[in-house]
């Protein structure tokens, strides 16, 4: 069973920074092939993807995050990263670490971020 530990999360002033982590259980080879995200849930609301990050390195984002989030990996590490800046009180919500490859789907726990003054 590949575990997905996130990590990173806490409370923050409008404005500020923080950078997530997401470790994976699984060798630096077949954490290469996975396609790695990070999604958020809101409270009351769904959940909702923020960054993605391709075996290739290449990336999207939400629209409402673009600018201000960049999505990394280091494969060396089995990590992905989420670095978050001028972060908003609409960025408040628990943050999962997803990894998708071939057929296979894996989720981490979720680290939350509040973003409050």
């Known amino acids: 069973q590949v575990q997905l530990v996130e990590s990173g999360g806490g409370l923050v002033q409008p404005g500020g920074s923080l950078r997530l982590s997401c470790t994976a259980s699984?060798?630096?080879?077949?954490?290469?092939?996975?396609?790695m995200g990070w999604y958020r849930q809101a409270p009351g609301k769904q959940r909702e993807l923020v960054a993605r990050?391709?075996?290739?390195?290449?990336?999207t984002y939400s629209d409402s995050v673009k600018g201000r989030f960049t999505i990394s990996r280091d494969n060396d590490k089995n990590t992905v990263y989420l670095q978050m800046n001028t972060l908003k009180p609409e960025d408040t919500g628990l943050y999962y670490c997803r990894a998708a490859g071939g057929a296979t789907i894996h989720w981490g726990q979720g680290t939350q971020v509040t973003v409050s003054s």
């Open positions: 699984v060798s630096r080879t077949i954490f290469s092939l996975y396609k």
């Open positions: 990050i391709f075996t290739n390195h290449s990336t």
